[in-house]
Nanobody, 117 residues
Framework: QVQLVESGGGSVQAGGSLRLSCAASGRTASILRMGWFRQAPGKEREVIASESGDSATYVDSVKGRFTISRDNAKDTLYLQMNNLKPEDTAVYYC????????????WGQGTQVTVSS
């Protein structure tokens, strides 16, 4: 019923920027609350940014550098990543949940971000 497709990953030098996109489709896409996750090699998947009402919540490691946003007209979620660091290297996923649920239900396929020093 819901499909999420990430794009925009790639390889960049430390200090560079990337913008990830997540295109959503399906009958319930308009009522989803969205978040961004990442998983580095050998580590657990972690939530790094999530929509919280009209605001957003970020983990400390990305706070001030990453920004989550959306364009409802395009059914697209974004993650603007600035001042990238090598430790940001990971597979990044977007995820969605119906707004009254606490657990994320829908997941994209992931996009690789590699940051070199």
């Amino acid at each position: 019923q819901v499909q999420l497709v990430e794009s925009g990953g790639g390889s960049v030098q430390a200090g560079g920027s990337l913008r990830l996109s997540c295109a959503a489709s399906g009958r319930t896409a308009s009522i989803l609350r969205m978040g961004w996750f990442r998983q580095a090699p050998g580590k657990e998947r972690e939530v790094i940014a999530s929509e919280s009402g009209d605001s957003a919540t970020y983990v400390d490691s990305v706070k001030g550098r990453f920004t989550i946003s959306r364009d409802n007209a395009k059914d697209t979620l974004y993650l603007q990543m600035n001042n990238l660091k090598p430790e940001d290297t990971a597979v990044y996923y977007c995820a969605g949940r119906r707004f009254w649920r606490s657990e994320y239900e829908y997941w994209g396929q992931g996009t690789q971000v590699t940051v070199s020093s």
